[in-house]
Antibody, heavy 120, light 110 residues
């Protein structure tokens, strides 16, 4: 059974940093692209970043370029999102998603999400 | 402002049929596969349709997808109260080199 378990969310001040983690199980981690998708309170879905199965290719939405870094650790079956220079508009539930293949879409599994709140 | 355009809300009676549109451009829907996601209240989204019109195992055939040109459509027949949810379309945008979503459509089953 595929499981994606996010952690690392919490309250952080504007300008601060946070690292999200997503522990994956139930599939061959390095065979699938992974993404982070976020949802601000009461708003729609917004794709944040993606990484290829090998980790060799990364992709970012404009909102996170230069501030966010996606990475993955094959030995730990874990996906990460390092978020720096956080802003109030980064407040959202962050979902870890697994792609159906090495292609970035579709997202066939989603974690339950971790809430990031950026506020002073 | 979302790259893909969806109606904010749709409604229909139980047992009826509803369609949800998703409009884009040649850089996204026109040249890439579309997927649809259902988000029930308080839960994470799940995929309903992928590659324009394919259903994952476990998704009933009441749900269907189609694509024509730069638009895609999600159809739901035999509406049930349990179908009340937010629905999102998504695809790759080749110009932006980014995954893009529609703004979401809230389905109300009256």
């Amino acid at each position: 059974e595929v499981q994606l378990l996010e952690s690392g969310g919490g309250l952080v001040q504007p300008g601060g940093s946070l690292r999200l983690s997503c522990a994956a199980s139930g599939f061959t981690f390095s065979s699938y692209a992974m993404s982070w998708v976020r949802q601000a309170p009461g708003k729609g879905l917004e794709w944040v970043s993606a990484i290829s199965g090998s980790g060799g290719s990364t992709y970012y939405a404009d909102s996170g370029k230069g501030r966010f870094t996606i990475s993955r650790d094959k030995s730990k079956n874990t996906l990460y999102l390092q978020m720096n220079s956080l802003r109030a508009e980064d407040t959202a539930v962050y979902y870890c998603t697994k792609a159906q293949s090495q292609l970035l879409l579709p997202f066939d599994y989603w974690g339950q999400g971790t809430l990031v709140t950026v506020s002073s | 402002q979302s790259v893909l355009t969806q109606p904010p809300s749709v409604s229909a009676a139980p047992g009826q049929k509803v369609t949800i549109s998703c409009s884009g451009s040649s850089s996204n829907i026109g040249n890439n596969y579309v997927s649809w996601y259902q988000q029930l209240p308080g839960t994470a989204p799940k995929v309903l349709i992928y590659d324009n019109n394919k259903r994952p195992s476990g998704i009933p055939d009441r749900f269907s997808g189609s694509k024509s040109g730069t638009s895609a459509t999600l159809g739901i027949t035999g509406l049930q109260t349990g179908d009340e949810a937010d629905y999102y379309c998504g695809t790759w945008d080749s110009s932006l080199s980014a995954v893009v979503f529609g703004g979401g459509t809230k389905l109300t089953v009256l």
